[in-house]
């Protein structure tokens, strides 16, 4: 029956402010099923659902809900939507409220924009069993995590498919972002940002900053002193005009790093800036794996370390650069650089 089973369609029924205190139902919680303005407020206990939709319809726009206080749990046996089809909804996840479903998305269709999930406070946490979708095929949407908030996921995709123009915040000492999967900046689309800073932290296996040819204009920036981009795995450029700044003391760590990774990765770029800004590789950093126009530039006391470093490699590669000035910038290659290819190209 989908969605013709029993919903609740909280918004029918209620047009202004709502307290919920301990409820369990074997249903849907719908926020805004084709109404705007709606709030709804867990406060205490646990809210057990199938599922949860904030902003159902096209039109279902600006409703929120509010799941706060410690032992505030707002658990769903499937998925939860921010922006099913509206524009403007929001979940707000504060005080040490929990909330807990398989996949999380954040604006899920061309119908929906603007929409925003915002965990923030100590212990207030969000736990995806799946992926967290932070624009499907949609635009301007977005996730914060800020004051020592948490969000735990599978994959994280900013931007999943051809969508333009979503973010996600990582701000703060002690919030974390942490994906068990990979971290997608920009699938198809452009100008997707990520920002980590203020001591923010963000785990990962892999990284990619951008995956299609299409995908352009895709951004990261970690500043701040100890904030971290932490990847297992590699990070990779796909597409084209995508960038990755690193300063103000702001830190990435990962295996080997690829600015500009296929033929049609042109013009990406790696800046790090900054006294005590720093991107480690415990592996390569190539600037120009194939493709053109891509580079990286160590300036005003940034530091990167690797084991080699190669500006250039696949026939495919042209006209890459790296750029070291002012003082203390510093790029250290613990084994060998290479301007052009070298046929022992890390994979």
């Known amino acids: 029956m989908s969605i013709m089973k029993k919903i609740t369609r909280l918004a ?56 706060y206080n410690t032992n505030t749990v707002l658990t769903n046996s499937g998925d939860l939507t921010v922006g099913r089809s509206g524009s403007g909804n929001s979940l707000v996840i504060s005080n040490a409220g929990t909330v807990a479903n398989t996949t999380g998305t954040i604006g899920n269709n061309s119908f929906s924009s603007n929409n925003i999930v915002l965990v923030t406070g100590a212990s207030s946490l969000w736990t995806n069993t799946g992926d967290v979708r932070i624009g499907f095929q949609s635009r301007g949407n977005s996730l914060v995590i800020s004051n020592a908030g948490t969000v735990a996921n599978d994959w994280g995709l900013i931007g999943a498919y051809y969508s333009s123009d979503n973010s996600a915040l990582v701000t703060g000492a002690n919030s974390l972002w942490t994906n068990s999967g990979a971290l997608y900046v920009g699938n198809a689309g452009s100008g997707n940002t990520l920002v980590i800073s ?21 951004r990261v920036l970690v500043t701040g002193t100890n904030s971290l981009w932490s990847n297992s795995g590699d990070v990779k450029f796909n597409g084209s005009g995508s960038s990755l700044t690193i300063s103000n003391g702001g830190r990435v760590a990962d295996a080997n790093s690829f600015i500009g990774n296929d033929a049609d990765s042109y013009n990406n770029s790696a800046l790090v ?75």
């Open 198 to 218: 203020n001591a923010g932290t963000l785990a990962n296996s892999l990284g990619f900053i951008g995956i299609a040819s299409s995908a352009t204009s895709n």
């Open 12 to 67: 029918a029924a209620l047009c202004a402010t709502a307290l919920f205190t301990p409820l369990s139902h074997a249903e849907d919680l719908v926020v805004g099923a084709n109404s705007s303005g709606v709030t709804i407020d867990f406060t205490s206990g646990t809210n057990a659902y199938d599922n949860t939709f904030v902003g159902y319809d096209p039109g279902a726009n600006a409703n929120t809900l509010n799941v």
């Open 273 to 347: 800036t900054g006294v005590n800004s720093l991107w480690t590789n415990s592996g390569d950093v190539v600037v120009g794996n194939d493709g053109s126009g891509n580079s990286l530039v160590i300036s005003d006391g940034g530091r990167v370390a690797d084991a080699n470093g190669y500006i250039g490699y696949g026939a495919d590669s042209s006209n890459n650069s790296a750029l070291v000035t002012g003082a203390g910038s510093l790029w250290t290659n613990s084994a060998d650089l290479y301007v052009g290819g070298n046929e022992l190209c890390p994979s």
